[in-house]
């Protein structure tokens, strides 16, 4: 199975307005409950490809309950092995203008992990780790979790033998990337504020360097650039895409992690990775992909090697 | 016992960010929840000034879960005999702007309520009026409730000889007032929509005359003024004060009907409601009351007789 880690995982809650207006009161239309935080995200679209996938992280109170209950509809291709902490799961709230499309995010900080929690995730996360193809680490950190914990989590699967992705930013993420992880998938900010540079090729060099065996940066329309250590590749969908970006990340998560359980070389996992990506912002609902739009992508995103070593 | 009833209950979620700029991300830095919904708010201010009350309405879902285990940390002095649904209770977030205190409210619709659930309520209730000294029909309704809900609920409080309070807006009050409750509490807003006349004494007779026996309309930093059967009065605060006026009113409800309950004059049932009212602006926690601040006020409201009859 493919192994994702949400340690922040959420009660992604979208409502819907007429338009939002500070200091005034709100008849919300609409009200939409999924289970979130970026590993679920993963998972799912891991799961709509056919692979075997289990999640785990932390979950507590009424809100951990609720993100259990949603995950359980989508059994069995996701298997919850989440670690029940004494803390309340979080919630974000998504607030969508309907007449404009725009989004309000307010994010709770999630529960405090206590040191127990911690030690006790790790021994589940190494049972785990036995049975896991791939393992991806995804998103915040909560409260009391260790900001070097995604370097003790990547050192734990390279260990076990797991190839191991990690998408987070800031602190966690400088962290992590001196721990050699085999994969890092930061977007144009978070290559930026990691390195330094706003340069995507030469920030992507300077990140193998600081430790990842391979960069693929996320660049918004213009796809993925991939740094690895047999080449470098830039992958674009055909034409730029319009809704919302909602879960693009994530969907390119799900296509590398994909690619790299089976085997496929760079190039084909960069274009199953970008059509994901492109076909997550075309659909209706954020966050899901547009099954149809991802088979007419596939064969359509444009790949050009740059480079035969990074 | 007093009865308090509040059809559309909610779990009242309060967000602490640094500012609301709409369109962007916010980290919320500080989440609490409680009991919400007005009849709620009522019953712990009743509870609070040593009245043995019960609460009912409906509730729901994991969210109606979470309103109940907090209801619960609040007893012996508040009855839980509320009626489960197979929808959600609903959730109110208030998202408070740490610099300026402005707060940005986004109200969830609340459960669709069944006509079987509608039906079942009302037997529930009838056996809740058995025991009870005085009844309150508080906020707004549930989708699915018909509009005329409160009027069944005071007629059946009539013919059940217990004295009935409502405390709604818009056609649920209209249609309320109709059955002849003992007691409305409109704020100025809600007078004027029911009326069409924005001169409280004016507006506060044509309710009477609509039905209702005695009619105190809330107005703001005036305080109350009351027109009964024996006599109209104003009492008003000896300043204005403050602070965060949320749950003011469910405040001077409590007062009310402690007052009446307890049998006291006029006079002192307003004063009482006055004094609580002002006692909630300023209590640093939206809905809870200042208890010194309370005692104090008490002997200070200036209660003024405007006419002998209304």
């Given at each position: 199975m493919i192994l994702t880690v949400t340690l922040n995982t959420a009660l992604d809650v979208t409502y819907g307005v007429p338009a939002l207006a500070p200091h005034s009161s709100h008849r919300v239309d609409t009200v939409t409950e999924r289970p979130g935080g970026k590993g679920l995200n993963v998972a799912r679209v891991l799961a709509a490809l056919g692979h075997d996938v289990t999640v785990t992280g932390f979950t507590g109170g009424a809100t951990g309950t609720v993100v259990r209950e949603l995950l359980a509809r989508e059994a069995p291709s996701v298997t919850d092995a989440l670690v029940p902490v004494a803390g309340s799961t979080r919630r974000t709230i998504a607030v969508v203008d309907?007449?404009?499309?725009d989004t309000t995010q307010l994010n709770e900080p999630g529960p405090v992990i206590t040191p127990a929690e911690w030690a006790g995730f790790l021994d589940a996360y190494g049972e785990l780790l036995g049975t896991a193809e791939a393992v991806a680490l995804c998103g915040s950190l909560p409260p009391?979790?260790?900001?070097g914990a995604y370097a003790v989590l990547i050192r734990q699967a390279r260990t076990a033998g797991v190839p191991v992705l990690l998408d987070t930013s800031g602190e966690p993420l400088r962290r992590g990337i001196a721990a050699r992880p085999d994969l890092v998938k930061p977007n144009a900010d978070e290559l930026a504020q990691l390195t330094?540079?706003?340069?995507p090729l030469g920030a992507a060099r300077d990140a193998r360097r600081r430790g990842a065996r391979t960069v693929v940066a996320s660049l918004g329309a213009k796809g993925l650039l991939a740094a690895a250590a047999d080449g470098i590749w830039q992958a674009a969908p055909p034409a730029a895409v319009r809704g919302n970006p909602t879960g693009a990340g994530d969907s390119a998560v799900a296509g590398l992690l994909s690619g790299l359980v089976e085997g496929l070389p760079w190039p084909e996992r960069l274009a199953r990775a970008v059509a994901l990506s492109a076909a997550t912002v075309l659909a209706?609902?954020?966050?899901?992909?547009?099954r149809a739009a991802y088979d007419d992508l596939l064969s359509r995103v444009a790949v050009t090697e740059l480079a035969t070593a990074a």
């Open positions: 309907a007449a404009t499309g009391g979790v260790p900001v330094g540079s706003r340069e209706p609902a954020a966050g899901e992909f547009d």
